[in-house]
């Protein structure tokens, strides 16, 4: 499974397979090889530095909705046991 990351399409460098985009406030480069053309203004869900799939702006607000409401939720995580600290595993 991988998680993506809503992300706007700022800049498009086409001869490349590149654009920009920006998401929570960050902008990166990102390869479009994935999903073909993409425009200035459109969305994309990115993973790893690859936009993998393209959503439209109702698609796309709802999951930075839902990101939102995750990370809002941070410290929850930090009481759940990783790998390392339960007993029996490296």
Known sequence: MCLGIPGKIVAVSPEEHMAEIE??????R???LLVGEVAVGEYVMVHTGYAIEKVDVAEALERIRL???LLAHEGVFDEVPRSGDRPGTD
């Open 67 to 69: 990101w939102e409401e």
């Open 23 to 28: 998401t929570f406030g960050i902008r990166q």
């Open 30 to 32: 990102i390869s479009t």
